[in-house]
């Protein structure tokens, strides 16, 4: 995923927006504002029912290199 100042973010090959309210999560865990990242990180992200970006979790190395967890 890649963040950018106008509150827009690149997931793959898609560009979506972050819904109101929307969090992310820092690799500890911490919520961090979108504001205060830049550039391209591993995620998990889930969206909410408008299709906006409503969670995001920065990953670590070795949670990116698990399988993707099964819904």
Do not use: C
């Not at 963040?3 to 690149?10: I, P």
């Not at 205060?36 to 290199?65: C, I, M, S």
């Amino acid at each position: 995923m890649g963040f950018s100042a106008s509150g827009r973010v690149q997931v793959g090959e898609a560009a979506a927006l972050l819904s109101p309210g929307a969090q992310i999560r820092d690799r500890s865990n911490r919520i961090v504002l979108p504001s205060h990242l830049r550039g391209e990180y591993k995620v998990r992200v889930k969206f909410d029912n408008n299709g906006q970006v409503h969670r995001v979790w920065l990953l670590t190395p070795a949670e990116a290199a698990a399988p993707e967890p099964t819904p």
